[in-house]
């Protein structure tokens, strides 16, 4: 039940169907299937959707479900700012670039 959800949560995001596939994610969830990258889909949908200050739970709990995708990091530290915890969001994005690989996403976090 919880892989069909996340496969049918990643198709919704996929076509920018962002409710749906919060929907997906979370039912995921509930059957505790892949529960860190479900939460890092959910964060994602709420970015996607303009909603990053919506995000950040999603992000902070993929990285305390120990979800592995260095984005996360990134995306955890601009949904904080979002919600205007700067000194948090300031601290998360330094941590991120300690391991940070991603050369793209690490300029934008020295930003």
């Known amino acids: 039940m919880g892989k069909r959800a996340m496969k049918k949560g990643d198709k919704r995001l996929k076509y920018g169907e962002f409710e ?3 929907d997906y994610y979370q039912k995921a969830i509930r059957n505790n299937y892949n529960v860190g990258e479900a939460n890092f889909k959910i964060g994602e949908a709420y970015r ?3 909603r990053l200050k919506e995000a950040e739970p999603y ?3 993929a990285i305390n ?3 592995e995708e260095e984005d996360a990091y990134y995306f955890y530290g601009l949904a904080l700012k979002s919600n ?3 000194e948090e969001a300031r601290q998360e994005l330094q941590d991120y670039l300690g391991f940070a690989e991603n050369e793209e ?3 934008l976090a020295q930003n």
């Open 20 to 22: 749906y596939s919060i």
């Open 48 to 50: 996607l959707s303009n």
């Open 59 to 61: 992000y902070q709990a």
């Open 65 to 67: 479900q120990d979800y």
């Open 84 to 86: 205007e915890k700067y």
């Open 105 to 107: 996403i690490r300029e």
